[in-house]
């Protein structure tokens, strides 16, 4: 893939990050990051890079853990 294309996805993950800062309520700020954590590991994947993968992986299930938390908190 060409290293343009591979610079993009990691740019368009950044700005989605940098976007979910700006959002207000817990649930949209972490629902966004997690789609920017999602771009953070394809970006990790097609650079070979471990401690990106890893970590964003890891940011992942904490989001999806706190969203389902918020969720239920909800419904009560």
Same mark, same amino acid.
Do not use: W
């Given at each position: @893939?060409?290293?343009?294309? *591979?610079?993009?996805?990691?740019?368009?993950?950044?700005?989605?990050?940098?976007?979910? @800062?700006?959002?207000?309520?817990?649930?949209?700020?972490?629902?966004?990051?997690?789609?920017?954590?999602?771009?953070?590991?394809?970006?990790?994947?097609? *650079?070979?890079?471990?401690? *990106?993968? *890893?970590?964003?992986?890891?940011?992942? #299930?904490?989001?999806? #853990?706190?969203?389902?938390?918020?969720?239920?908190?909800?419904?009560?």
């Amino acid at each position: @893939m060409s290293p343009i294309i *591979i610079d993009t996805i990691g740019y368009v993950a950044l700005v989605i990050n940098l976007y979910s @800062m700006s959002t207000k309520g817990e649930y949209k700020l972490r629902l966004i990051s997690m789609i920017a954590n999602i771009g953070y590991i394809i970006y990790g994947l097609l *650079i070979s890079t471990a401690p *990106i993968i *890893i970590g964003c992986t890891i940011a992942v #299930f904490l989001h999806g #853990f706190h969203l389902r938390r918020l969720q239920i908190k909800k419904q009560q």
